[in-house]
């Protein structure tokens, strides 16, 4: 079973920072991917952020440069980086590893949190 094992969520005030992880096996880390996904109370999952394993990176509109996404080859682990961030930022945030070669795959981590309040 593949395992995405997210963390550093958590309560931060608007304006603030937070830096999200995600760390998986090497094959997947390698081969595939990854990217960062949130869902808000009420809404649906939409895309955040990913970068692929040669190092392209894509983010979604509302990031206007707040999120950056990097990847750590020492450690199969890769990091969101949110600054400035709104109370719309707040929700669960998921990583997600993809590919479309050879076949279509994608996984899906069990989440962490971020809440931006005052």
């Known amino acids: 079973q593949v395992q995405l094992v997210e963390s550093g969520g958590g309560l931060v005030q608007p304006g603030g920072s937070l830096r999200l992880s995600c760390a998986t096996t090497?094959?997947?880390?390698?081969?595939?991917?990854m990217g960062w996904y949130r869902q808000a109370p009420g809404k649906e999952r939409e895309y955040v952020a990913s970068i692929t394993p040669n190092g392209y990176t894509d983010f979604a509109n509302f990031v206007e440069g707040r999120f950056t996404i990097s990847r750590d080859n020492d450690k199969n682990t890769v990091s969101l980086e949110m600054n400035n961030l709104k109370t719309e930022d707040t929700a669960v945030y998921y990583c997600?590893?993809?590919?479309?070669?050879?076949?279509?795959?994608?996984?899906w981590g069990q989440g962490t949190q971020v809440t931006v309040s005052s």
């Open positions: 090497a094959s997947i880390y390698e081969s595939f991917t």
């Open positions: 997600k590893a993809q590919r479309r070669v050879p076949t279509f795959q994608a996984f």
